[in-house]
Structure formats: structure tokens, C-alpha cells
């Protein structure tokens, strides 16, 4: 069965950040490891809790990112749309998913396993590097963000009189993280 898509493999590769300074050959190494897949409006693409097994590149259509809350809420944390990634972790850890992620729409892109990444590392070490040097800035870039979204709230409790003595100091180191 062919796969069409609209942007070339490599043209939709380039334009993610994960994989923009890859050199043409390396841009090459990873595209040949990656599978096209498409997920109907509805699909899961993976579980929460589920095995770590892979990333996936959106190269059309939408995901949503969801996991449940404290009383059993449904909580959606991201969409994801064109040039997204998602499950980039599992390349690095095997974990299990720590969110369900389900298109919204029809969508289009490439599956990238642990097991393929894995594989890279041993026949285009340079491509993996800067993919995970990628992963790394990313990384550090939601945990600033979330930092910051931590402190915006410690803000907020601190300035509420009803505030405990014992929950001020649990919260107290937080906020010179």
C-alpha cells in the first residue's frame, strides 16, 4: 500500500526542530528509519500507562494529549498539529506513557520506534547526537515553562490568607528552583 503524503519525508523532517540540523545525510539516516503512519479521527495512537515504544512526527492533522485528574476528570493538556511530535521520551527512557494521545482528526505522519532510533545510534551516531541534543534543549525548555507556570501559582497560594503554616513550608522550596 503506497503512503501519499503532501511535503516530502524529508521536507516535513526538516521542518521540525528535533531534526532541523541534521546535515542531508543525516536528514536521510532518520527518514529511512521512520514509518509512515496514518490514524483515523477517533484512534488512539497510544495509551497512557501504555510501553514506551516509539515517537510520532504529525505530518497532517490533529492530536490531542489527555490523561485523567485527581477525581477521575478527563483532562486534555495539548493539541497537536502539523510539524508536532509526541512520545519523543520513550527514545530515551522505555517508560511507560504518561498521557493518552488520540487523533482528533484523520491524520498523517511518521512513526519513529525505540527500536529504530536505537539503530541510528549505531549506523549515523552524528544524526542521533544532534537529535538528542535537540531533545535535551526541548526538554529544558518545558521544564523552564513549567517552572515558571509552578511559581505563578505559588504566587498565587502564598497571597491567600487561608494558607496553613505546613503547607507554606512544603511550598517554600519551589520557589528558588
Not at 531534526?19 to 495512537?45: D, I, K, T, Y
Not at 511530535?85 to 527514545?91: H, N
Not at 515558571?148 to 517554600?172: C, F, I, M, P, T
Amino acid at each position: 500500500m503506497q503512503f501519499n503524503l503532501s511535503l516530502s519525508a524529508s521536507q516535513l523532517f526538516r521542518s521540525v526542530r528535533l531534526f532541523e540540523h541534521l546535515s542531508p545525510e543525516e536528514l536521510s539516516a532518520v527518514v529511512r528509519v521512520a514509518q509512515p503512519r496514518r490514524l483515523a479521527a477517533g484512534e488512539l495512537l497510544f495509551a497512557k500507562s501504555g510501553p514506551g515504544d516509539g515517537m510520532f512526527i504529525v505530518e497532517r492533522g490533529e492530536l490531542s494529549v489527555t490523561t485523567e485528574g485527581a477525581n477521575g476528570e478527563h483532562l486534555t493538556l495539548a493539541y497537536l498539529g502539523n510539524g508536532a511530535f509526541v512520545g519523543e521520551m520513550s527514545l530515551l527512557d522505555g517508560s511507560p506513557r504518561s498521557a493518552s494521545v488520540e487523533a482528533v482528526a484523520a491524520s498523517s505522519g511518521f512513526w519513529m520506534s525505540r527500536e529504530a532510533f536505537s539503530a541510528l545510534r549505531l549506523d549515523c551516531p552524528s544524526a542521533a547526537m544532534k537529535v538528542l541534543w535537540q531533545l535535551a534543549q526541548t526538554l529544558e525548555t518545558r521544564r523552564r515553562g513549567a517552572l515558571s507556570r509552578l511559581r505563578l501559582q505559588l504566587a498565587q497560594v502564598e497571597g491567600e490568607a487561608s494558607l496553613g503554616h505546613e503547607a507554606r513550608e512544603l511550598l517554600l522550596p519551589l520557589r528558588w528552583v
